[in-house]
């Protein structure tokens, strides 16, 4: 059975810290790319960032780039995403996906889905 585990939201004030970790189980994680997203009530569904297997080559969304950084352990089937500098409207469920697909990740049709972790920012 395939879990995608999703620890470390929580409430924050603008400008401090957060980082977010996704374990993974069920899966071989060294053969998936790995994804987070975000959605805030009201608003669609937002690609945050990803990162491939092997290489590690990540992408990240005009929004977080520069102050969110998504970093993977192979070893501990483990990815993380270190969030900086954060802004109330960062605040919303964040979500860890996997999928073996860079390109179906990266456009947001990922196969496994977290139950998803609250992070919100206050001003």
């Known amino acids: 059975q395939v879990q995608v585990v999703e620890s470390g939201g929580g409430l924050v004030q603008a400008g401090g810290s957060l980082r977010l970790s996704c374990t993974v189980s069920g899966l071989t994680f060294a053969d998936l790319t790995m994804g987070w997203f975000r959605q805030a009530p009201g608003k669609e569904r937002e690609g945050v960032s990803c990162?491939?297997?092997?290489?590690?080559?990540?992408y990240y969304s005009d929004s977080v780039k520069g102050r969110f950084t998504t970093s993977r352990e192979d070893a501990n089937n483990t990815v993380f995403l270190q969030m900086n500098s954060l802004k109330p409207e960062d605040t919303a469920m964040y979500y860890c996906a996997a999928d073996r697909d860079w390109d179906r990740l990266r456009y947001g049709r990922p196969w496994y889905w977290g139950q998803g972790t609250q992070v919100t920012v206050s001003s």
């Open positions: 990162i491939s297997r092997r290489s590690g080559t990540t």
